[in-house]
């Protein structure tokens, strides 16, 4: 199927079709009219402000890889000889319209630590901003923030800052100031599970009493469920059993039992 790549002159088309169409119409058999679509004077007053139509990519930018070898070189990872380039896109008319995948240097950053540290996806984390331009508010100078809670995200715009820093620009990796980000993270990670530790320690010394976590919590109510899961099983499984054997029990009852070996 040809693409079409004219949908935006919908109107005028239209125009040219009913002026042609009329005049048709006056040659043949007069008295004949053709009506004019319910939409055509709607979008005639009011035409689009801006071309939406798709437009083809430039697939000179995957026809190769700037960074695979040339043709006839050996690759050191697999041995083999290079015979031709790797196209990177399809150059398929069905796909010369796939949205490109949009991707950030501190995706890297991000998906290196939630990696090395998957327990902190399980940590709360507060999404809503007062004005939406709370992290203009940020200064990752230093990676503790007054209104920001501790998180992986931290260590992402921490590493970026250090980055273009003076003591991290010339290092072509980004590892150096990742690790320093991260060492920076445990110490003030460790420091706050200490005054917590500190703090309810204190509570519990004045005569504090506290009740079960939201852990606790879930746990108790996900093992009530068990329970009650356990007595309906049990009982389905007695009525279950009470109906297969009955009528069994009844024909074998005339039956002489086995010998017991010896």
């Known amino acids: 199927m040809k693409l079409q790549t004219d949908a935006i002159q919908v109107a005028q088309r239209t125009a040219h079709l009913l002026r042609a169409g009329q005049k048709t119409i006056r040659r043949g058999s007069p008295g004949g009219s053709i009506s004019e679509p319910a939409w055509f004077k709607v979008v005639a007053a009011n035409p689009p402000t801006q071309n939406l139509q798709q437009k083809l990519r430039n697939l000179d930018v995957f026809q190769s890889s700037p960074k695979s070898p040339p043709v006839g070189e050996k690759k ?29 240097f501190e995706d890297k950053i ?12 399980a940590r709360p984390k507060v999404v809503i901003e007062n004005d ?3 992290a203009a508010k940020f200064d990752w100078s230093t990676i503790s923030q007054e209104n920001k809670r501790l998180d992986g995200e931290s260590v992402v715009q921490r590493t970026l800052f250090l980055l273009k820093s003076a003591e991290f620009k010339g290092n072509e990796s980004w590892t150096d100031a990742y690790d320093q980000a991260r060492l920076e993270f445990y110490r ?12 309810a320690e204190e509570a519990t010394m004045f005569g504090s009493v506290f009740g079960p976590s939201y852990l606790e919590h879930g746990i108790n109510a996900e093992q009530k469920v068990i329970d009650e899961w356990i007595v309906q099983a049990t009982e389905a499984t007695k009525a279950k059993k009470a109906q297969l054997s009955g009528p069994v029990s009844f024909e074998n009852d005339n039956e002489p039992e086995a010998p017991v070996a010896n």
């Open 132 to 134: 939406g331009n709370d």
């Open 188 to 199: 003030l990670r460790m420091r706050e599970e200490a005054e917590l530790e500190v703090a």
């Open 76 to 104: 050191r990872s697999t041995g083999l000889y290079v015979t031709r380039y790797k196209q990177k896109f399809s150059t398929r008319a069905q796909h010369m319209y796939r949205i490109r995948d949009v991707k950030y």
């Open 110 to 121: 991000r998906n290196a630590f939630y990696e090395q540290h998957p327990w902190e996806l």
